[in-house]
């Protein structure tokens, strides 16, 4: 158990800061940013 114990740690806070991205509705502002990049990076936009 004492080996796995900063794996489970990081596993816990990434799923404490994924709450909390959800929790302030970033998903929405994330994917916007995401479309325009791939938008700009194929010579869409």
Known sequence: MK?????ILLM???AAL???G???R???SV???AVRI????IGLG
Not at 3 to 7: D, I, V
């Open 31 to 33: 994917l916007h940013k």
């Open 3 to 7: 080996r796995y114990l900063p794996a």
């Open 22 to 24: 959800i929790y302030l």
């Open 26 to 28: 970033q998903p929405e």
């Open 12 to 14: 816990v806070c990434a």
């Open 38 to 41: 791939c938008m700009e990076c």
């Open 18 to 20: 994924i709450g909390v």
